[in-house]
């Protein structure tokens, strides 16, 4: 038996270099696919999010916690409930954190605030219900929008969100107009 030839060699080498390519050039389609993907998913999120429901949803439940008497809870927690199913989706890798932050990081940390502070509302929810899962991925989702302001802010200890800023978030939040649902009108 003979040792391959020189033809032999480069052919083994030109096909190892075309299948590592090949999964290369796969790798980075999928990578660009799943990127499009979040974006889009990103689009129909903050559609449903401007929607005059989800306004109606965001306007109630913003004043509710911005009182400081705050008696009888609202009946309505679409808001946690969408930042609930966001922060699922991007623990899973649906949507992108960068993306998320960028489209929805100002909400999520202001609601999230409000609802923690100056009362943790979500932990007395777990306790009141012996349900340790309430809101978690919402949480989780907030910490995760937090962390990209500690970290892109000029200083160290600096980032966006102090309580009074997430009031202020609500306080325009509290004001949303509503906008009648039906057809777009021709006027």
Partial sequence: ????????????VGTWALVVGTLGFAYWQLRQAQRLHSSTTLLDLRERFYSPRMRQA????SS???KTERGEEPDDWE??????????????????KRMVW???????????????????LILQWRSESHD????????WLARQMLEFDRRLSPGPGDHRFAIT??????????RL??????????L
């Fill in 1 to 12: 038996m003979s040792a391959p030839d020189l033809t032999t060699w480069a052919t083994i």
């Fill in 58 to 61: 965001r306007r109630e439940l």
């Fill in 64 to 66: 509710w916690l911005l």
């Fill in 79 to 96: 808001v946690g409930i969408f930042f609930e199913l966001m922060g699922a989706l991007t623990r899973a890798r649906v949507l992108e």
């Fill in 102 to 120: 960028n489209a929805f990081g100002t909400w999520i940390a202001a609601y999230h605030l409000q609802m923690t502070q100056p009362k943790n």
């Fill in 132 to 139: 340790p899962l309430i809101f978690a991925e919402f949480e």
């Fill in 165 to 174: 800023d997430s009031r202020s978030v609500l306080e325009s939040e509290s």
């Fill in 177 to 186: 107009r509503v906008p009648l649902e039906g057809p777009p009108s021709n």
